[in-house]
């Protein structure tokens, strides 16, 4: 049974750990390395009894020309041994609700295109929502917080630090 809350500093060498061996590598890991603390993010953990099990991460992203205000969900991962377990799906649905309380009206994804549509999400592409990034339509995917807050559309961006990866 794991038990999720928001991170703290002394969480970040084991949620490094579930980064870098969820994604085999470390371009996540540094990247979550580098977002953390910017203002109006949101870093939740999974823990369990024997460590670290997942950690999901929400920052303040903008879309061109409307005031909007947009989540980008990422980078998530879950430990692989305890992938398949519904801590993603709890870690997910967690976040979204702390993005509501936090004010923000959408959040956004880059991400598997079988994993997200079941919290909601769908193509950027049905809010006329494209990303900053060159990536397939069916991965940048959005989800409303409140209704109708994407119908201006227009191009997503993400915090400056993705762009440096
Ligand atoms: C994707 C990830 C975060 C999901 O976490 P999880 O705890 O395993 O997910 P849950 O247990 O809540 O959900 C399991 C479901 O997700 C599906 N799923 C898991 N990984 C998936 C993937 N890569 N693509 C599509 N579906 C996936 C499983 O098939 C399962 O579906 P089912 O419930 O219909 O059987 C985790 O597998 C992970 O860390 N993967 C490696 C890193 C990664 O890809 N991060 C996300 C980048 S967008």
Redesign the pocket.
Known sequence: MSKLRSEIESDYGAVRQVHVR??GGYTEADLVDRLRGSPGSISLVATEANGMA?HILFTPARVEGNPVRVAGL?????SPS?????????LVLRGLEECRRAGYQAVV?V??A??YPRFGFQRGSNFGLWCQFDVPDEVFMAIELQPGALSGGGELQYAREFSEV
């Open positions: 969820a994604f997942g990422g980078p998530m991962a879950v305890r992938q398949r377990s519904g801590i993603g799906s709890a994804v991400g598997h079988e994993y």
